[in-house]
């Protein structure tokens, strides 16, 4: 079971010139087959159907957590894709016989206008949908394990590949940021197989055979150490992660961490409506007065209640969610030795 | 973001008789159409696109804290399949040349063997991969709704053909919690509908015209109350679910109600290996062993520190998690008026 | 454009045994890639996107009335396919605690149950749906006659194993019919290429090799001479049939004829609801009493106005309607010389 | 069963400027999962998997009968998306060594060109083939109208944007005349629904909430009372249709009308040849000889006897084709009480 | 380019009793993910795409190389199939409406009787088509030869679990070879990391942990020595597998070997006619005529100048196809150092 | 089995200005319905599944040596693909971050750029994968060769369509030589139905209607004779080929010829590394150390063996490589009377 808290992994830039071209291909790290989806599901069912976990506590609890991780990345590469198509139609005084879409034609991936609402998908590049034959579940660990460092790699590949094509700020800060996560996974896995077979893996790195360190907006991740540290996201369980995840990191030679809770995470962007494509109404309005009225119903603040990152929340809103960031509990940084 | 905490939504029976018939009927509640990847994967992708989430923050609530409960319920259908399954193989005595797969020739999904390790798949009843073509994200407030509501529909109508065609006491204790509970999601978007527009959907209840108390199965969980309630599945966001779930149980009449906290969930089954199928490994004691070496290297307890149903913790585990399970605040249910 | 007539293509046998892995079979003739369905919708978009069709009109003509003929094949597959699963299940007594479905676990395509109404799907004999991939439109009219012919080969090849799988009478009724029906088809795209280039494809004849005659389902056809004869599926239009299909039939070498007006049908079989699978509903009874309340508020007829195999008509129904079968006009047979 | 009458739904203006780019937009209007194939197919399937007809006859009725409209619904969409392809390649004077296809490299949907002759194919706008998995047929009567609604609502909302991003004047005709239309039957649903349960949707009028009335090439169609008339496209059944299409419209509040007879439609026009494209032929006057001399052999009148919008039939021609158009009975308007 | 041989890799035991259910499972080592096509045209359409072979010769050598082997195994697979499919049907005496498909109905994959003429398919053991998409060629050399490590290693898993499933002695003949032939490539592609990167993959084998020599069918493969060597499948090219493919076999410790020439393979079975599903037709006897009559006309020998394993070669056959079999080049064993 | 020789058909142009947008245009020629995977890979699976092939000798050996051929043609359009992508993105001085992928953003097929390495993919035009339904194998003799001509014909029409949009000179050089080959095996195939039927297929042809000698790229491959020649690609087998292929050409009249030897085939073009996609590595000079190390470890010559269009050969390659072109024995042709 999983407990969500409204934030994301990493601060990205607010709404500026739109792209969506570069949309059509930040979705390769949505629904690709070694996109985000990808290695979320491929660890979460690999969770579900692991068997004896109590024998093989240490990978169960690496493979359940890191899956738990992947979902904030999920939700990273959809946010930085609804930012980039904001601003794609015009938001005011324009008529639908005004054809607001008329310069999307031909443009980007026609589903982000004619089914969505500018807003991500779960497809790849080329506009075909993600499916479930992108998950690996065989059972084996040891072949799991070979399976999710190759996964690894290749949506590292894939990472790269996006970031040398789409040089928009936002695209640029996710994949600065998920190039650095993604490589800690990478290096989990690898250090899972060495840990269980004694195959130094460790030897691959970096692959693709580009230093993460030379991507400008990988430093500031470096910097602050997040390449090194694999952090526990769960209240209590998981406990066991630092006896895979261990050992000096394969590029910087500096010795991996494991976090004993999650990252707090960033106050997400409160993405303006695209009244053109009817997000979230043709009249957005009408849907704000409407929410407030029930919330007056139901006797709760008047103003909403959610933070966001570009607006004021509720002065009403309960102290201890903003004092208590979601699943922290008492930090303790575990130095493997 | 996530954090996850490793308990199952409800208590499944232990495996007894396997069924792979039953399990590959039961695959169209993880992977079909209207299965819990569908209603999990639909309402996070609009949950990730939504547009003016403060102005119509109630809905976005809605529908961000029931995508958060569908993770759990695509655990537990994966929990029981894999529970069907297992003893399908022998455990002991059967080398390869005896053919210890050779009784499931020509039986159930052949994925479940030959593929995968007598585990989940994210396909439907007839082996065919779920895809990101299912997920509708429109934008629009009020579509997404209306289909939300039509897609527990389906929801509803395949859980009571698996629950009529799989008699397994598994099946059974899957179908009878999820009918309720995604009872409640039913509710929940049809409410939405009403409380946004007028309409009045509760007319359309119940849907498929089954009551759902008539189901043995289901009654344990409407005698505690929770076809009613709405679980808030966050430490501190989504507040506002009470400003649209609210008002009269269609079906019953009792209000409706918002439960300021996540359910503490079940203790997992530890399903044994099936080593035939290699999981975890032909030889379980080799992972088993390897794992508590590594366990002692990185100074952690001896035994494994996660629990499960079926075993005894490891009497090193912290004091707390046993305590204060997961996501779990001052409880305080909020009836809406 | 379109007019409907509620009648079907042949008259089939009443529902029996049912007999589910038959029409798991059957769904070939409908969704697989030479099924009725593909012939039908390549026909379909090839009148559509026909260029020309007055320099062109014998040939435009003649795919465009195919076309209509082929929506009642469909039709008929349908109608058999539904035969064929009446009486799968319980249809009264039995509660959904009892699994009413439970017997059909692993037999034959569990859609027909799961996500179905005991109903025909757009799905081969393998559960996968058909797809707008088997439309070849290629707008080159010597390659579009050419693939015709080729598809109808194919069919004919599909129609002659489901009759030597499936000896459920209901299946040999329409297997019988089809082979001579689709014979036709085949026949008059061979004859196309022969009269638009002059290869004989007529030497082609039987494709496959096994005469239509020796198969008994297929007799009555012959001996009314359905073998030999194009209908045209129009009030007023496709009048240019005959200036292709002419010349002798090539198995039997008797003059190929066009009747220029369609078959008059037969009146379709109401099939009984199935009750266990809600359709129409768990309780039929409740449709049909609200059913006859809107009759009454509309002002019509007491009874259904429309008329079935299986039961009488409502006395107040226009009389016309039985007198004037649909689309009938003046019977005029056109010989070809 | 079904009869063909030559003639579309609505006039469109004739080829001007051709537009690739558009045409692979309007794509989504055949092929997507809310295009008419999809609202065409499952209506149609639901019409021929209906059990207890008889019972159930106002709603057999309706279903089975905008499912015969939605056919040239689908024929329409076609024939504007081969009016937008037309003169997209030269029609003269270019030899193949020439490149005459070099400018559409990379422009819309490249099997327009490459795999078919600058028509229409069963695909979406992203070049993705319509898939039977798009046809919802429960067999549950209430789910089944419940899904028709909400499929009606996407299907609006696909034509808004297509309207949007497409100004071309044959995609405006299109999609002016299909929100109509579209509409009606969206009202339809509803309206079956509200009779069925109680549960009044017309409060979800319009649905995306952009009033109809408010676009141009709506308001023709409006003007004629065309948004309030569901027409019976059939001889002689499909009686019932005034039981459950009846009262007032949801935005204009006028009376819904059932029309006892179908549309007359317009001449189709006939496209010129593409000879780039090989359609009908690199010559098409190769064709048109062989066309005449086989029409003189048959006996037949010696020009072309269909009509087309811009040609003069043959003088030939029966003269009751042109008194009688297709399925015309004696018109007899029947407004609802 | 490529030269065929018409030999296969192993010899089959001749058919005995038919195993329509063993021949679907065994679908999955032709049209899965890990299958034989998924090899073959992995490595086919790297060396296609390999990019400055001159500095990665050795590299490009064992890639282009070993694809050459798989299609032999992509051979011996739908060999095996087509003889455990041999005798499934009636082979003489029967009429169509004999029904001599009955005893399939609901047995293995359909498309084996009802497409195919009990034939090998492009499918999996869930009759899902293979698909470029299980295709990896991302340019890059180290990730690519992980990526085929990995799928060596999953195919591997596949082996072993057909094998477990299925016992008739052509699919024990079938994996025993496989497993070994299989089991080289894996060790090449884990050697080629090792060579290039120092990565010690040899630590991972046996990968699943089940030792090859353990399986029966294997051993007699393993005792020739055939678990050592990589084969050079061209006349001239191809030269560098040394520099790539050397050291100890990870299992056994003994040197690996290349051989500088292709296996002479075994003369192919001739499977017979199965005239129920027209293979090659109803009359098989009508074939074999006209080829005579052909064969005669050209001047060709009077019988059938291919070799079988079950026939005698025309005695007019060229002598020196029986002296010098494909591909053979004076033998030179060459044993890495 | 196969023999594989390291030579491509035809001599293509070496790379100069890239063409992603007309590379993408080719992937129809490889992934397409109607592209070489479809022709070699029908083939290929017809061969595997024919039975009685002594007693249909000709026939067999006609369809598993045009396989052979299409192997080539595969290799071929790959080889096109990966020339015109060549020099698509910098090969020097420039670093990820200054996005040396930007100008193909929205450009041609992303997967060529963000999941491979500027090399071909198994897509077609739309950028959607081959799949195993596109074959035929019916096992059907007259039907399979009837399909095979029907997809010869498709085959054409689609390179002729290339042709026409593509006019980069490596796309030319391909189209023409594949016009050519392509066209053999239409003729065989047409030749094949009308040695076994009496068909005079021969009439159909040009089909498309466009006399290949027009093309002016066509040209030097007629004028060569290759329009008449079927080459036997094989050491020893497939003996039988005139049996069948024999007579007139329908075009030209000039009589068919078998050639009893494979062709010897051009020289590849060793393609440069493009280190943007890292293909083969960010760094090709460190692949190019290591196989040189490796290569001098084993024993082998110093410089690459392998021969290149682009560059000389080691001076230690064995001599009878160049002398003895692969698989060529005595030249011997054999006209057919």
């Known amino acids: 079971m999983i407990l969500r808290y409204d934030r994301v992994a990493t601060a990205l830039p607010p709404p500026t010139d739109p792209d969506p071209e570069g949309a059509a291909a930040v979705q390769?790290?949505?629904?690709?087959?070694?996109?985000?989806?990808?290695?979320?599901?491929?660890?979460?069912?690999?969770?579900?159907?692991?068997?004896?976990?109590?024998?093989?506590?240490?990978?169960?609890?690496?493979?359940?957590?890191?899956?738990?991780?992947?979902?904030?990345?999920?939700?990273?590469?959809?946010?930085?894709?609804?930012?980039?198509?904001?601003?794609?139609?015009?938001?005011?005084?324009?008529?639908?016989?005004?054809?607001?879409?008329?310069?999307?034609?031909?443009?980007?991936?026609?589903?982000?206008?004619?089914?969505g609402g500018q807003g991500a998908l779960p497809q790849n590049s080329q506009g075909r949908p993600w499916t479930g034959d992108y998950v690996f579940s065989s059972g084996d660990l040891v072949e799991d394990l070979t399976h999710n460092f190759f996964l690894e790699t290749g949506a590292r590949n894939g990472k790269l590949k996006v970031y040398e094509m789409v040089d928009h700020p936002v695209a640029r800060a996710l994949t600065g940021y998920l190039l650095v996560r993604g490589g800690v996974h990478q290096v989990a896995y690898a250090r899972a197989v060495e840990n269980l077979t004694g195959a130094n893996l460790m030897k691959l790195f970096p692959a693709p055979r580009i230093p993460t360190e030379k991507i400008p907006e990988c430093r500031p991740h470096i910097e602050r150490g997040d390449h090194l540290r694999l952090y526990r996201f769960s209240p209590n369980d998981y406990l066991e992660l630092s006896a895979v995840f261990n050992g000096p990191h394969p590029e910087t030679g500096?010795?991996?961490?494991?976090?004993?809770?999650?990252?707090?995470?960033?106050?997400?962007?409160?993405?303006?409506?695209?009244?053109?494509?009817?997000?979230?109404?043709?009249?957005?309005?009408?849907?704000?007065?409407?929410?407030?009225?029930l919330r007056k119903k139901a006797g709760l603040p008047k103003g909403p209640s959610g933070e966001v990152a570009n607006g004021k929340a509720n002065a009403g809103r309960r102290a201890s969610a903003a004092k208590k960031p979601a699943g922290r509990r008492k930090p303790r940084a575990t130095a493997s030795k």
């Open 254 to 293: 500096e010795e991996l961490v494991v976090v004993d809770e999650a990252p707090a995470g960033e106050l997400p962007r409160d993405l303006p409506a695209q009244p053109a494509v009817f997000a979230p109404d043709v009249d957005p309005g009408w849907v704000a007065e409407i929410a407030a009225g």
């Open 28 to 115: 390769e790290l949505i629904g690709g087959r070694f996109g985000e989806m990808s290695t979320w599901l491929n660890y979460t069912f690999q969770s579900f159907n692991f068997r004896d976990r109590q024998g093989a506590r240490p990978f169960y609890d690496l493979v359940a957590n890191i899956a738990a991780e992947e979902f904030g990345h999920v939700e990273l590469v959809a946010a930085a894709i609804n930012t980039m198509l904001t601003g794609a139609t015009p938001t005011n005084g324009k008529t639908p016989s005004r054809a607001p879409l008329k310069s999307l034609k031909g443009v980007g991936n026609p589903h982000h206008f004619l089914a």
